[in-house]
């Protein structure tokens, strides 16, 4: 398998674009990034797109966004094709391009990954979230992933003898690396206090333990190291793993133990040689302060029950032993599902190129980002190196 390389990287803003669509969107972070990588559409060699998007279907009554996309971003004719593995989806759409430019089989390729949650009513943004988890036991019985998330948080609290204030500095953390953030939806940093006094959603679950619905796109263009330009800043992925679980909470032997992460981790360890100890930041699925701590603790920078001992003394924030969410992650940035995993590479990049301003881990060159779908059903781990 050949080396890749990420030349390419950008974003847009994370928020409620009421005036722009999936079309608008996806060409706004392809066209951005090919510029970053010092391409141009319709006159370098671009050999794929691969497109990550969870609701485009069931929200956007779009599908096929591979073609859309394309055309959209001046691309066509080339290969393109839309990834889902739901909320993993723009992590998935990262590993795609990745395995496609390893292989051989494409020189240049573009993930992208973009959602469009906003322009719908809540029940039915809420039931096309809900189509992750388990169909039959979970989604048709009411199951919400606010109210699976706030099962696993109140088992989790029983096992350890955690408090509901002990899961905040994972929130007051996103907040303010968010807050530092230009493309960020929260942009201010909020308190402990402000975090307890926030109204409860499914009990132990509060609005700010939860991350938001929103809108964003965000890409990456990967080329082999043949392809590589004197111009280009490139990061080596160095690690692109997948892994899967039950789609089901009632399935697992252990809830509180996310296998698909934790497999992922291991085996994109495994592949590049490094290990939890050597990496200098960690881009987490934290949509919920419950998952933070059990992707933590899946990944080897925690033992089963301790992370949020470990938060509570600095260790996951910016200056810690392995700083967290370092531009916000998903709770503070915002997170459109099925672009949050491309979004967290997109930063990434940013902080291995020394280029993430107010936000920059001094002397990273070595990063784990992991994206998860459905409640841990599947999990998608890039180890970057810079």
Request: with cysteine.
């Amino acid at each position: 398998m050949k080396d890749v390389f990420i030349i390419g990287a950008a974003q847009t803003p994370v928020g409620e674009h009421w005036g722009l669509g999936l079309r608008e969107l996806g060409a706004t972070a392809i066209r951005a990034a090919l510029a970053d990588a010092g391409l141009e559409a319709g006159t370098d060699r671009i050999d794929a797109l691969f497109v990550g998007n969870m609701l485009g279907g069931a929200v956007n009554g779009q599908e096929n966004l591979g073609a859309l996309l394309a055309d959209a971003a001046g691309l066509l004719p080339i290969e393109a094709w839309k990834v889902e593995a739901a909320c993993a989806s723009g992590g998935a759409a990262v590993r795609a391009a990745a395995l496609a430019v390893a292989s051989g089989a494409q020189d240049v390729a573009v993930a992208v990954g973009i959602e469009k949650m906003t322009d719908t009513v809540s029940d039915r943004l809420a039931a096309g979230l809900a189509s992750a988890s388990d169909g039959d036991f979970e989604a048709s019985h009411g199951l919400s992933f606010t109210a699976l998330s706030a099962l696993l948080m109140r088992r989790y609290m029983h096992e350890t003898g955690a408090s509901r204030e002990d899961f905040a500095p994972f929130a007051v953390n996103a907040h303010a690396s968010a807050a530092k953030n230009a493309n960020a939806m929260f942009r201010e940093p909020i308190s402990v206090e402000d975090f307890l006094r926030s109204p409860l959603v499914a009990a132990p679950i509060g609005i700010l333990d939860a991350a938001p619905v929103c809108d964003g796109a965000a890409a990456v263009v990967l080329c082999s190291r043949e392809a590589l330009a004197a111009h280009h800043r490139p990061i080596r992925i160095a690690a692109s793993a997948a892994a899967t679980d039950t789609i089901g909470l009632a399935g697992r032997g252990d809830l509180l133990t996310l296998g698909a992460a934790r497999s992922s981790a291991e085996k994109a360890f495994a592949a590049s040689g490094f290990g939890p100890k050597d990496i200098h930041f960690f881009e987490a699925h934290d949509a919920f302060t419950i998952i933070t701590a059990l992707s933590l603790e899946a990944c080897g920078f925690a033992p089963r029950g301790e992370a949020l001992k470990r938060a509570a003394h600095g260790c996951f924030a910016v200056g810690g032993c392995v700083p967290l969410s370092t531009c916000g992650g998903l709770k503070g940035r915002g997170h459109p599902v099925g672009a949050s995993g491309t979004y967290q590479i997109v930063e990434a990049t940013a902080q291995l190129r020394g280029a993430a301003g107010a936000n920059q881990v001094p002397g990273a060159r070595v990063a784990l980002t992991q994206s998860i779908g459905g409640h841990g059903s599947i999990a998608v781990t890039h180890v970057l190196e810079g």
